[in-house]
């Protein structure tokens, strides 16, 4: 099965990508070795991500500048240069502008201080890019990746490659998929946790809302006992004076309203 990413329009005809990864946040690099002699794949380029939850959730590539070149046939540069130094690091143009950053500035990013190297067309899959081993550094994952992208001689292969990886004496726990099903699970609708906190936000408000409506109902009654009493001792029956107090309301809802 090919597998496709919006922001690799320019990459060879013969290009293909699948994605290796487990369910840990990361695992060691040398599975890119093993995987580089599988028959039909042309390039490996492991990666470190990281989320970044500082003004929204974003994800954070950390990436070995040659081999991620290899797979995804390079960023497009708007300004400035690739990264050099350690603490360099790549946004794209979607992320400068929202950030309001340009080539030279620093970036705070995991508590430390990035230099904006340069601005790079959107749809690499992130929107920010560091030098791998500068963030397994600072994550205290050192040679570990998060997932690896395989680039496949022919987009026909990508199925023969991930069924050789998909073998359990090659990579026992690995999850193997195209590169196309990992863009839905970067989606909001993926971040962990996130569904349980909208669950419990919406049953909080729920919770509130009806202790607001039995509270209002509770007061109206007791400001009304005076009135009870009185149809009570004119020998009213329950069901009328609830009959009375509702006409009541709704008289008074539709003059508000």
């Given at each position: 099965?090919?597998?496709?990413?919006?922001?690799?329009?320019r990459k060879?005809?013969?290009?293909?990508?699948?994605?290796?990864?487990?369910?840990?946040?990361?695992?060691?690099?040398h599975?890119?070795?093993k995987?580089?002699d599988?028959?039909?794949?042309?390039?490996?380029?492991?990666?470190?991500?990281q989320?970044?939850?500082?003004?929204?959730?974003?994800?954070?590539y950390?990436?070995?500048?040659?081999?991620?070149?290899?797979?995804?046939?390079?960023f497009?540069?708007l300004?400035?240069?690739?990264?050099?130094?350690?603490?360099?690091v790549?946004v794209?143009?979607w992320?400068?502008?929202?950030?309001?950053?340009?080539?030279?500035?620093?970036?705070?990013?995991?508590?430390n201080n990035?230099?904006?190297?340069g601005i790079?067309?959107?749809?690499?899959?992130?929107?920010v890019?560091?030098?791998?081993?500068?963030?397994?550094?600072l994550?205290?994952?050192?040679?570990?990746?998060?997932?690896?992208?395989?680039?496949?001689t022919?987009?026909?292969?990508?199925?023969?490659?991930?069924?050789?990886?998909?073998?359990?004496?090659?990579?026992?726990?690995y999850?193997?998929?195209?590169?196309?099903d990992?863009?839905?699970?970067?989606?909001?609708?993926?971040i962990?946790?996130?569904?349980v906190?909208?669950?419990?936000?919406?049953?909080?408000?729920?919770?509130?809302g009806l202790?607001?409506?039995?509270?209002?109902?509770?007061?109206t009654?007791?400001?009304?006992?005076r009135?009870i009493?009185?149809l009570?001792?004119l020998?009213?029956?329950?069901?009328f004076?609830i009959?009375?107090?509702?006409?009541?309301?709704?008289?008074?809802?539709l003059?508000r309203g």
């Amino acid at each position: 099965m090919s597998a496709s990413h919006p922001g690799c329009s320019r990459k060879p005809q013969s290009a293909s990508k699948a994605l290796a990864r487990t369910s840990c946040c990361s695992l060691p690099r040398h599975p890119s070795n093993k995987i580089k002699d599988l028959k039909y794949v042309q390039a490996v380029a492991p990666a470190l991500l990281q989320f970044n939850s500082t003004g929204g959730v974003e994800v954070v590539y950390g990436i070995d500048r040659d081999s991620f070149r290899e797979v995804t046939g390079g960023f497009i540069f708007l300004s400035g240069r690739d990264m050099e130094a350690p603490d360099d690091v790549l946004v794209d143009d979607w992320a400068a502008r929202a950030k309001n950053l340009k080539v030279g500035d620093t970036y705070n990013l995991f508590n430390n201080n990035w230099h904006v190297a340069g601005i790079v067309e959107h749809g690499k899959g992130s929107r920010v890019f560091v030098p791998i081993a500068t963030l397994q550094d600072l994550v205290g994952a050192h040679d570990k990746a998060s997932i690896f992208f395989i680039k496949c001689t022919r987009p026909e292969h990508a199925e023969d490659v991930m069924e050789e990886m998909r073998k359990p004496e090659n990579f026992p726990g690995y999850t193997i998929r195209p590169l196309k099903d990992l863009l839905s699970l970067m989606t909001s609708t993926n971040i962990p946790g996130l569904q349980v906190f909208i669950d419990a936000m919406i049953a909080l408000a729920v919770s509130i809302g009806l202790l607001v409506i039995f509270l209002t109902l509770y007061t109206t009654v007791i400001e009304r006992t005076r009135d009870i009493g009185v149809l009570k001792s004119l020998g009213a029956n329950a069901p009328f004076i609830i009959r009375a107090l509702f006409r009541r309301y709704r008289f008074s809802s539709l003059r508000r309203g």
